[in-house]
């Protein structure tokens, strides 16, 4: 069997004084902390889209990727030539999950017929991957984004034509998660939203979104896919303005069309950031109503106002994730996947595992702190106490539902002034650094 990436070892855990940079140094898989090994609470994945087909290019220049594996054509043959170097590259980082769009990982036919006859064989050969591995699939999802036929929306389109196409496509994305074993579908909608409400009925358009999604759920039960549906949240980029703008503004939608029992989230960091919000609040949100569901692990640049999808390295911001992680009781079907991709400086092949190594590293040092930081529980004591003034009969019933404005009244005529505590943000910015540092 040919290695593509030969000067690559497989990558182990050696510990943080290892010497060479293709090491893990705090990801050890088989670790036990809270209870699960760190590959249980991680559940690490490749998108196929970043590793396989990201060829590093900017709207200012063409990409600089080195791919020798690659012949550039959009071929099935190409496609399927791609697909033992992904795997190689799964085994070599020891990362235990993937996920593709149907389109990144076959190419589009010159009718509907022939783009699923493509897809079907480049499924197939996933399949056998997946066999040889132990590789698993996380989510697989339908690219109704990039095709000029996309450009007024998928679900929200206001032709019936495309929006059949795109129909038939998730129908057999959909087909292909359930043939891999797929944890998860995700629907992020790049192109359902607007770019000016001059020529747009939004009211309409989030009927069609509905009614699409809906069939899905339907598909999903005639097929027998139990896996878990996500919404991948957005505000903008490539649309103006997506409907899918942030935790809140999905969950609003779910809520709205009987939905959501059928939906989680799944957040991903610069997304959150590109809505002017944290990723801690946007996981906050989902959590709130008991809908979050698997991650797409990436970061911003603070200097840049656009999706980067950079590698996540930020200790604060990893340990925020696994603190709120561990306390939804971990992932379920969810799990940790890098929709990140490499600098454009950074083309050479071994800059992929470079890349990885940092982002798990990076999550197994925020685990460790997350867990330290819940099994010590100072933070949660302090938010409990911050509110205990509700622990009494009166605040109970406000909390019940059985509190009135003339009870509240009566009681706040007999108080002289109301006295605050400090809410003791800096003690607190100084805890977490003791914990992190
Ligand atoms: C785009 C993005 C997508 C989704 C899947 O910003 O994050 O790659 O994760 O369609
Ligand atoms: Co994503």
């Known amino acids: 069997m040919s290695e593509y990436f030969p000067n690559i070892p497989k990558i182990k855990y050696e510990g943080p004084n290892a010497s060479s940079p293709f090491a893990f140094r705090h990801y050890n898989p088989d670790e036990v902390v809270a209870g699960k090994t760190m590959r249980e609470h991680l559940r690490f994945a490749a998108p196929y889209w970043h590793v396989m087909r990201n060829e590093l290019s900017d709207p200012f220049g063409a990409g600089t990727a080195v791919m020798p594996w690659d012949d550039k054509s959009d071929s099935l043959q190409n496609a399927l030539n791609r697909i033992p170097v992904f ?98 579908y995700t629907f992020w909608g790049g192109r359902e939203g607007y770019s000016t409400l001059l020529n747009t009925d939004m009211k309409r358009e989030l009927d069609h979104l509905a009614a699409f999604l809906h069939m899905a759920v339907d598909h999903a039960k005639k097929i027998g896919f139990k896996g878990q549906f996500y919404i991948e949240p957005k505000p903008r980029e490539p649309s103006t303005h997506q409907y899918d703008s942030d935790s809140a503004a999905c969950l609003n939608f779910l809520r709205e069309y009987d939905l959501l029992e059928h939906f989680k989230l799944n957040l991903e960091t610069n997304h959150a950031t590109l809505a002017g919000h944290t990723m ?117 019933s406000i909390e019940a539902g059985t509190c009135d404005f003339d009870k509240l009244h009566e009681y706040a005529l007999g108080i002289d002034s109301p006295l605050l505590e400090s809410g003791r943000q800096e003690m607190l910015e100084n805890l977490l650094n003791d914990y992190i540092v």
């Open 87 to 184: 795997f190689e590259f799964l085994e070599k980082m020891d990362i235990d999950y993937y996920c593709w769009h149907d389109r990144d990982i076959s190419p589009e036919g010159a009718t509907l017929q022939e783009t699923h006859d493509n897809f079907d064989a480049v499924v197939d050969a996933l399949e056998k991957a997946q066999k040889e591995t132990g590789r698993k699939l996380l989510w697989g999802t339908a690219c109704l984004f990039a095709h000029p036929r996309y450009a007024q929306g998928g679900a929200t389109t206001p032709s019936l034509d495309v929006y059949s196409y795109a129909a038939s496509q998730v129908k057999k994305a959909l087909e292909a998660t359930h043939r891999l074993g797929g944890e998860g």
């Open 280 to 396: 801690q609040h946007e996981m906050e949100v989902a959590l709130g109503s008991d809908a979050l569901g698997s991650i797409d692990a990436n970061q911003g640049d603070e200097l840049i106002g656009w999706d980067t999808d950079q590698f996540p390295t930020d200790i604060y911001l990893a340990t925020h994730i696994m603190v709120l992680v561990l306390k939804m009781g971990g992932f379920t079907t969810g799990g940790l996947n890098f929709d990140a991709k490499r600098r454009r400086e950074s083309h050479d092949p071994s800059d992929l595992f470079h890349a990885h190594v940092g982002g798990m590293d990076v999550f197994a040092r925020g685990l460790k702190i997350a867990a330290k930081i819940l099994e010590d529980g100072r933070f949660d004591e302090f938010v409990g106490n911050r509110y205990s003034s509700f622990n009494v009969e009166l605040g109970k």
